[in-house]
């Protein structure tokens, strides 16, 4: 795929910050990506954004199929010549967040592993509506600004701990398996990126509940998890106080000091003396 700067210039392909259009060129680093995301020949793969097409050729050499989502229509020239010969790849000009979860589902037909290189604009919404969404989804690869991976797999009590974290945590395991520079990328962005595993498991018990309790805990960061639980689920304040105490923690505790099992326990409690 070295010459794929050449094709797009063919084309007369410009590239579209809009779209987050940073195109990853070099062979190894697809290789390895694709490695990552421990990707054989029984897996569907779906991609978001194949841009010019250099993942998705990569993923096709190891997967069954690849189903790749991508925004930019205008793609579509560069995108004959850059896939020619491959017969496991359907490309899909639509927007991934108006799809619908069930057309995904029609369209993929059987359980899949997710392998992208996120343009960053969307990061959080693509990371939410696949893990939010009851999809046959068995892992999620995927390249994100440095910054955001680690908000991923960020501990309690860092500053980088929040929504982000305990959404991907409940539902994922969730590692950095590759750190990138920006310097890989045409054109180069102004951040640097990580690859990040998510593999799928069970998830949490009271998800509806356990989310809203998330939202709420980090709904103002510097306020304690009472007054955040008083504001944003609208407990009283005695209440509130009850709650921390049956779960042994401090009343004076703010949210980010929270582990996800301690999440757990609240919301178990929540649910089963219904205050909510
Ligand atoms: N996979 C290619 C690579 O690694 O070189 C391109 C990655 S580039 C960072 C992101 C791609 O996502 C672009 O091709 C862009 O047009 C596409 N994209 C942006 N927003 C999208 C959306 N909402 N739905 C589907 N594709 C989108």
Same mark, same amino acid.
């Given at each position: 795929m070295d010459n794929v700067i050449g094709i797009l210039k063919q084309k007369n392909f410009v590239t579209k910050k809009k779209f987050g259009q940073n195109f990853i060129t070099d062979t190894n680093l697809l290789n390895a990506i694709v490695a990552d995301a421990d990707i054989s020949e029984n897996d569907t793969v779906v991609e978001i954004g194949p841009g010019a097409g250099t993942l998705t050729r990569a993923?096709?050499?190891?997967?069954?199929?690849v189903v790749a989502f991508e925004i930019d229509?205008?793609?579509?020239? #560069?995108l004959k010549e850059t896939l020619t010969?491959?017969?496991? #790849?359907?490309? *899909? %000009?639509?927007?991934?967040?108006? *799809?619908?979860?069930?057309?995904?589902k029609e369209i993929v037909g059987e359980s899949f592993k997710v392998v992208a290189n996120l343009p960053y604009y969307i990061t959080s919404p693509v990371l939410f509506y696949f893990l939010e969404n009851d999809f046959p989804l068995?892992?999620?690869?995927?390249?994100?600004?440095?910054? *955001?991976?680690?908000?991923m797999i960020a501990d309690s009590d860092t500053p980088d701990y929040g929504v982000l974290s305990l959404a991907v945590q409940s539902r994922a395991d969730a590692v950095i398996t590759r750190h990138v520079s920006r310097k890989m990328f045409y054109p180069e962005p102004n951040v640097d990126s990580a690859v990040v595993k998510?593999?799928?498991?069970?998830? *949490?018990?009271?998800?509806?509940? %356990?989310?809203?309790?998330?939202?709420?805990? %980090?709904?103002?960061?510097?306020?304690?998890?009472?007054?955040?639980?008083?504001q944003s689920m609208g407990l009283s304040r005695a209440d509130s106080e009850t709650l921390l105490t049956q779960a042994g923690l401090d009343i004076r505790i703010r949210g980010e000091a929270l582990s996800k099992e301690h999440f757990l326990i609240l919301s178990k409690i929540l649910e089963e003396i219904k205050i909510k």
């Open positions: 993923i096709a050499a190891k997967a069954k199929r229509e205008s793609l579509s020239p #560069v010969g491959l017969d496991n #790849v359907q490309v *899909v %000009f639509r927007d991934i967040l108006k *799809v619908k979860p069930c057309e995904i068995v892992s999620l690869s995927v390249m994100v600004q440095k910054e *955001v991976a680690l908000r998510l593999t799928l498991n069970e998830g *949490v018990p009271y998800r509806k509940t %356990f989310d809203k309790l998330v939202k709420a805990a %980090f709904a103002c960061r510097r306020k304690t998890l009472v007054n955040n639980l008083m």
